[in-house]
């Protein structure tokens, strides 16, 4: 079993900026895919951005080039930056790793974006 857990949501003025991270502790945190998902009221749940084991990086394309996801094998975290927040953008934040068949979410985190 892996536990992520998310931390750096919040509210914030439309344009603006947040950083969402998520630690997946465990020895195998470099293997894993890991992405970032998020679920605005009454719509389904989404890609908003993953990487690969091998860095490999992919974007929905309605954050193209406002987010960015990194990962740090170090310290075992995945990473969103995100700019040019729209209030679109407003929905509770999920994080995933995918381990060969097997995925892993953390508990949310809620993003809100004012107009």
């Known amino acids: 079993q892996v536990q992520l857990v998310e931390s750096g949501g919040g509210l914030v003025q439309s344009g603006g900026s947040l950083r969402l991270s998520c630690a997946a502790p465990?020895?195998?945190?470099?293997?894993?895919?890991m992405g970032w998902y998020r679920q605005a009221p009454g719509k389904q749940r989404e890609l908003v951005a993953i990487?690969?084991?091998?860095?490999?990086?992919n974007y929905a394309d309605s954050v193209k080039a406002r987010f960015n996801i990194s990962r740090d094998n170090a310290k075992k975290t995945v990473d969103l930056q995100m700019s040019s927040l729209k209030v679109e953008d407003t929905a509770v934040y999920f994080c995933?790793?995918?381990?060969?068949?097997?995925?892993?979410w953390g508990q949310g985190v809620q993003v809100t974006v004012s107009s």
């Open positions: 990487i690969t084991s091998g860095g490999d990086i």
């Open positions: 995933k790793a995918r381990f060969v068949v097997s995925d892993y």
């Open positions: 465990g020895n195998m945190f470099n293997l894993y895919t």
